[in-house]
């Protein structure tokens, strides 16, 4: 006989068990990333295939048009498909994983509405399209590094720190616009627009060295203000070594900022998320 157990809600249960609660659904929480994972790729001839099209088909792209046009350089060393190829699969990562979070509680509106569960298990179960598709990518990284023969050192094994770094500032900002979509609808439109800006205005077709040429310029500073500047370089020099520019001090405030904001969304989530069936 299948075991169960009977939850009895009662004013403050929610909020005195939250955690306990969210490790008992955990089961619910593979059920939903196996789902999302099979919606992804549904119908699709190609399937998990397009985690290594996309990335592959944008850098033959930047490389054209950055490289071959219009004439920039990576760092002395370093072949440019390859640094273009590391900064576009951390950059995927991100971007695929804020997307899906941001998207996750209208995604599930459904289960919102008829039973009580931890909301936080909606945008986890979205971290492992992102998780899944990044893997996916590095094998493809792995393969044109061998290519070039370009292989990494010691750095490689501040690799998982990075991941995880990244993995924290999509949660930060995920989680806040995922409470901000349920209220707004308008969010929805705005997140393809962010990622769309954050693609140029990240260190991935071009170095963060040149940029270092312009300190006295007044953007500089705001530059390094975005914490997926130092993130981005410093996945670069896990993959390709000393030759790739990385900032070691703009990695500090980055730490700093995406632990507090990334404290300061779940306490957000956390507050707003039984007002969502009001909303959905």
Not at 48 to 75: E, H, N, Q, S, Y
Not at 188 to 211: K, N, T, W
Not at 239 to 247: E, I, P, T, V
């Amino acid at each position: 006989m299948a075991h169960s157990e009977q939850v009895i809600i009662e004013a403050g249960h929610g909020a005195k068990n939250y955690w306990r609660d969210l490790w008992k659904n955990r089961e619910l929480l593979l059920i939903l990333s196996r789902r999302d994972l099979s919606v992804r790729y549904k119908q699709t001839v190609v399937g998990a295939g397009w985690a290594v099209i996309r990335p592959f088909a944008t850098m033959l792209v930047m490389v054209f048009v950055f490289d071959k046009v219009a004439k920039f350089k990576g760092d002395e060393g370093i072949p440019y498909p390859l640094m273009v190829l590391a900064g576009i699969t951390i950059w995927n990562f991100f971007s695929t994983t804020f997307t899906q979070i941001s998207h996750s509680i209208l995604l599930n509106s459904n289960l919102v509405t008829k039973t009580y569960f931890p909301r936080l298990i909606m945008p986890l179960s979205s971290v492992v399209v992102g998780f899944v598709d990044f893997i996916i990518s590095i094998v493809l990284y792995v393969l044109i590094a061998i290519w070039y023969q370009h292989f990494p050192s010691w750095q490689l094994l501040l690799f998982p720190a990075f991941v995880l770094l990244t993995l924290a500032a999509s949660l930060a900002f995920g989680l806040f616009f995922a409470v901000m979509n349920v209220r707004f609808r308008d969010i929805a439109q705005l997140i393809p627009f962010i990622v769309q800006i954050g693609f140029y205005a990240c260190p991935i077709a071009y170095s963060s060295s040149m940029v270092e040429a312009n300190q006295g310029a007044w953007w500089y500073d705001l530059y390094y203000l975005n914490p997926m500047v130092s993130i981005i370089d410093g996945f670069k020099w896990c993959l390709l070594g000393d030759g790739a520019f990385f900032k070691v001090s703009s990695l500090y405030s980055t730490i700093g900022f995406t632990v507090a904001v990334l404290g300061i969304s779940i306490y957000y989530f956390r507050k707003e998320e039984n007002s969502f069936v009001d909303y959905i």
